[in-house]
């Protein structure tokens, strides 16, 4: 353990200033981002958030589990849909926008983490809104439903992607996209519209432990290997997908889960990115005593108490890196770093200053297994935004390149015709 010596420094222990308080949430964290649809706002437009969080704020309502906070968005949101399904006929491309609108509402509204029964609900109202303003885009998100073949130990037994691939016939390069503790399938508009700029299809996943659409058992560390041989087998069987050249991309939370993945089936993968990813430290009892001061919107306890499955914060602290970590999982199979596993190509990139995941976390895979690349970005929070993707992109562009692929058949219109 680092014992208190951490990249971060003073940062450590310093109290970031907005817990517990929707007004210096807003305005010392919130607002900005806001102005610029950024994330967590982004799809959406700031005239739909101001009047929600004045009404936050004037009636002090702080807890974001509450019903109190999730009901202040639904008004707004319900009203962006209304009149994008008044005008979808009529005009098209203002219809698409405000169910884009309507997404980012929504997913304030079960923001942090889906654990309530209203936050549930609002989150199919989410995923529905955004699924029937994609079949207005020119190249529209679908949802398929995979068999869980591999279930076992509790699993579920089907699995929920979405979809989203360029015209044609394919065989395409696939990003394998595995999200987050607060993003979800509905949340990566923009990383597919980047895909398909490439010629590449996207596979969204959800996390275990997330949302109702992961079916692998949120207290089995192993749960996630059954998952993505599933989600695999099943491109390989996809004549569109190419299963030959699939990345994986784990975004936060889901960082751990491309990492893993890439040392678990890194006979599937020509590489694999752990962005913003924990390892090992982020569920140690040192790291997770601090994490509620940090920059996380909302203290993370109890939506990582819910995630892995423990009664309370303390039990989770006691044993989850016991149980979680890939360096010094205790279980069998859990320590895929730890035990020295060879991966495919993996790229680690975050902030040095995250508070939720710390470099730490990215940075002692150097010691362990095949050679790592990196990238950290100075100064930057968690996901070492706003130039991280600036480096994802063109190492996923030289990984595609790396690998010949299946050989496609085309069309007189440049369109592929059939796997070969």
Not at 296 to 323: H, S
Not at 356 to 383: T, V
Request: glycine content about 10%; some cysteine.
């Amino acid at each position: 353990m680092p014992d208190g010596n951490w990249i971060l420094g003073d940062l450590f222990k310093k109290d970031y200033g907005h817990a517990g308080s929707i007004e210096k949430l807003w305005e010392m964290r919130w607002k900005f981002p806001c102005t610029k649809g950024v994330y967590p706002f982004h799809d959406g437009k700031y005239e739909d958030f101001e009047p929600i969080f004045d009404h936050l704020m004037i009636h002090n309502i702080n807890d974001p589990y509450s019903d109190d906070y999730t009901n202040a968005f639904l008004p707004t949101a319900d009203g962006l849909v209304k009149e994008a399904e008044s005008i979808i006929h009529k005009d098209k491309a203002t219809a698409r926008q405000l169910y884009l609108n309507a997404n980012a509402v929504y997913r304030l509204a079960r923001f942090p983490y889906i654990g309530t029964e209203l936050k549930k609900q609002v989150f199919e109202k989410q995923k529905e809104a955004y699924l029937k303003g994609s079949q207005l885009w020119d190249i529209p998100v679908t949802e398929i439903v995979v068999p869980h073949k591999y279930a076992a130990n509790g699993d579920g037994t089907e699995i929920p992607l979405y979809i989203r691939k360029p015209t044609g016939n394919g065989p395409f390069p696939t990003i394998l996209l595995i999200t987050g503790l607060d993003g979800h399938r509905p949340d990566n508009t923009e990383r597919t519209e980047e895909h398909l700029k490439r010629g590449w299809a996207t596979v969204i996943c959800d996390i275990p432990g997330t949302t109702v659409d992961c079916p692998a058992n949120k207290r089995d560390p192993l749960s996630p290997d059954r998952l993505f041989s599933t989600i695999l087998d099943w491109i390989s069987t996809e004549p569109s997908l190419d299963e030959t050249k699939i990345i994986a991309w784990g975004l936060s939370a889901g960082g751990y889960y491309a990492i893993r993945l890439a040392h678990t089936h890194r006979n599937n993968l020509i590489g694999s990115v752990g962005h913003g990813a924990g390892t090992h430290h982020y569920v140690g009892r040192e790291w997770l005593s601090q994490i509620a001061k940090h920059e996380y919107p909302f203290g993370l306890e109890r939506a990582y108490v819910t995630k892995y499955g423990f009664n309370d914060f303390e039990e989770m602290m006691e044993k989850c890196q016991d149980e979680f970590s890939l360096v010094s999982g205790k279980g069998d199979g859990v320590a895929v770093v730890g035990n020295g596993t060879k991966s495919c190509r993996l790229l680690l990139i975050n902030g040095v200053l995250d508070g939720c995941m710390p470099i730490e976390d990215s940075m002692l895979l150097a010691e362990y297994g095949s050679p790592k690349e990196m990238r950290f970005m100075q100064q930057r929070l968690h996901m070492g935004y706003p130039e991280a993707n600036s480096v994802v992109y063109p190492w996923m562009e030289e990984v595609m390149a790396s690998k010949q692929g299946k050989v496609a058949m085309t069309n007189g219109h440049g369109h592929s015709a059939h796997k070969s």
